[in-house]
């Protein structure tokens, strides 16, 4: 089965160097709820994302709002592009590290607590007009 995975990650890594994007990494949020607030944005303009983010009222709207001006401000700046031809091209959460914690409870046991946190990445991409 010769599906060329390695010379296809290396193209996706080439094209992702030229794409603008930006990562936050260690949000103390769920990638579960983050996930919630993502599917919202995948695919859309940038300013109709940013309205979008901007009128949830979900807490992982605020961190993937400010990573979303993060993207756009790479685009203008390092790549000297329009942000009104600028789409979110892929947005993701990943699991992070999670802080164990643990609380006391009846009869001297403990329960544990899990805090999780997430990597954000957002990508954003020209629309071909």
């Known amino acids: 089965m010769a599906t060329r995975s390695r010379e296809k990650a290396r193209s996706r890594r080439e094209n992702r160097e030229k794409r603008p994007h930006a990562t936050a990494r260690y949000v103390r949020i769920s990638s579960r709820k983050v996930k919630i607030v993502i599917d919202m944005i995948?695919?859309?303009?940038?300013?109709?994302?940013?309205?979008?983010?901007?009128?949830?009222?979900?807490?992982?709207?605020?961190?993937?709002?400010?990573?979303?001006?993060?993207?756009?401000?790479?685009?203008?700046?390092?790549?000297?592009?329009?942000?009104?031809?600028?789409?979110?091209?892929e947005v993701y959460a990943n699991q992070g590290p999670t802080l164990k914690r643990y609380r006391p409870r009846a009869h001297g046991r403990a329960t544990p607590i899990m805090k999780r946190t997430s990597h954000i990445g957002i990508v954003l991409d020209q629309i071909n007009a």
């Open 42 to 89: 995948r695919g859309k303009k940038v300013d109709e994302a940013l309205n979008i983010l901007e009128f949830t009222p979900k807490a992982a709207a605020l961190p993937v709002k400010k990573l979303l001006q993060s993207a756009i401000a790479n685009a203008e700046n390092n790549l000297d592009l329009d942000p009104s031809n600028l789409y979110v091209a």
